[in-house]
């Protein structure tokens, strides 16, 4: 994928938990989630006791819309001191995980955008889109950090397994230490 780190993990759900972790994602905030995924990207989010926030999909790349979610967080984000919340529960937003679901690449200039502009971590759920490319990039490598699987019906297989992806050097040693 052209990252600087790769490290293994035992699947793609611990590896999407290890990467939210290192990411900085807290117990009781909300990550920013598509309604249409595999349910172990939700469950990454539950198993650090954090909460997943769902945001409609596009119906072309069926990944997160970035129009519809630039539209959601202005109506329920409010920055506070720099930290983004959801006026409606009160909790911090602290992370955004696009799916590139069935292979197809997210959108992800607007959304790293998007991101950026409101100060939340980007985390790749790339477990079906190893191989796939976005503007000669490849998905997985394009976020902070990425999770792909090697499960049994994804497309490069060990039977089980996952790994995270990153070109930080201090997160991929904090994923590394915590994998292990
Ligand atoms: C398969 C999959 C995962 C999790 O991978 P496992 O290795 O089965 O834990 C996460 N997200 C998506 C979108 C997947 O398809």
Redesign the pocket.
Known sequence: CGVAHAVAMV??????EVALRVAGVEPNTEVLLPSL??V??PN?VSHLNAVPHFVDVNEQTLGIDPAALRLHLQRVGESKAGQLFNRETGRPISAIVP?H?FGHPVAMDELLEIAASFGIAVIE?A??ALGSQYKARQCAAIGLLG?V???G??IITTG???AVLTNDPNLAAMARHLST
């Open positions: 699947n793609g759900t611990a590896a999407l995924t595999f172990a990207t990454a799916v679901v759920d477990a079906e999770a699987s090697f499960n019906n994804k089980g397994g996952g």
